[in-house]
């Protein structure tokens, strides 16, 4: 069975601010970024059992770019929760453990 994937409101910023960072260094670098989270996003809706970091934080980093994504699985509804970067220092508490995450 798929999983149902759900995003918190402010990871589209976080996205696109990576997404600008990117084609400001390479133009179509930033949909290379893209199409290469929309990828793993398609992995997760299959298996998003990877790796715990953080308590019941889940992360699976990008092959290409320099970022994870972070989010929480409830097994009981099958829905993953996407976090974005805020987020993810309020359960966490240290900037320095993520900071591949975003770069800041």
Known sequence: ????LT???????????II???NSKQEGLGA??????QTKYRTLKINP???KRYNDIHCLPLKRFPY???FSV???????FFMERLKILKLIG???KINNFLKL
């Open 49 to 51: 059992l990877f790796q």
């Open 20 to 22: 600008s960072y990117y």
């Open 32 to 37: 290379e970024f893209f199409n290469e989270l």
């Open 74 to 80: 409830d097994k009981n509804t099958k829905v993953v």
């Open 94 to 96: 240290r900037k320095g």
């Open 68 to 70: 994870m994504i972070h």
């Open 7 to 17: 995003f918190y409101p402010l990871l589209d910023g976080d996205v696109q601010e």
């Open 1 to 4: 069975m798929k999983y149902k």
